[in-house]
């Protein structure tokens, strides 16, 4: 298990909080993984991909790094929920592409918090562009039984 995460002070926690033999956690970005070719035979990414600019490079670095047939899931926020993440954000500008304030989370509120505001397509699309083949799409987390506030893509290299 190899975890990535631009953080070095959220890095130097996981080693403390989760060290075993088979486990390394590296400082890294989804634009330069600083991981080898074709490495990986999974890629798990858990609410990164609304906070990343530009999803095609993303995407191409995922299809890198992956093994062909290598699978993945990438979990974020649904598209049809913006306007429900905009109302945990203060002191906040908003645009067409993006929302950037303090985010008043649950846990612990973000000082600066940039929330891109993508499109199924735009997502589907950067996928495609690079190779990857998404074979299923599962809306999650529903605050009431019509509006999911995750979705879940699940698929493979080709």
Not at 62 to 71: D, K, M, P, S, V
Not at 72 to 77: D, G, N
Request: proline share 4%; glycine share 6%.
């Amino acid at each position: 298990y190899l975890g990535v995460e631009p953080s070095l002070t959220l890095v130097e926690r996981a080693r403390q909080l989760y060290a075993k033999a088979d486990r390394e956690f590296i400082v890294g970005n989804a634009y330069q993984l600083p991981v080898a070719d074709e490495s990986a035979d999974a890629v798990l990414s858990m609410n990164v991909w609304f906070h990343l600019e530009d999803l095609n490079t993303a995407s191409r670095e995922l299809a890198r790094i992956l093994q062909r047939g290598g699978r993945f899931l990438i979990s974020t926020v649904h598209p049809d929920a913006y306007d429900i993440w905009r109302k945990m954000y203060v002191d906040a500008t908003e645009d067409d592409r993006k929302i950037v304030g303090k985010a008043m989370v649950p846990v612990n509120p973000l000082s600066r918090n940039v929330f891109y505001k993508h499109t199924l397509q735009e997502i589907l699309d950067a996928f495609g562009k690079n190779g990857l083949k998404v074979g299923r799409i599962e809306p999650i987390g529903f605050l009431d039984q019509t509006r999911p506030i995750f979705i879940n893509f699940f698929g493979h290299k080709e």
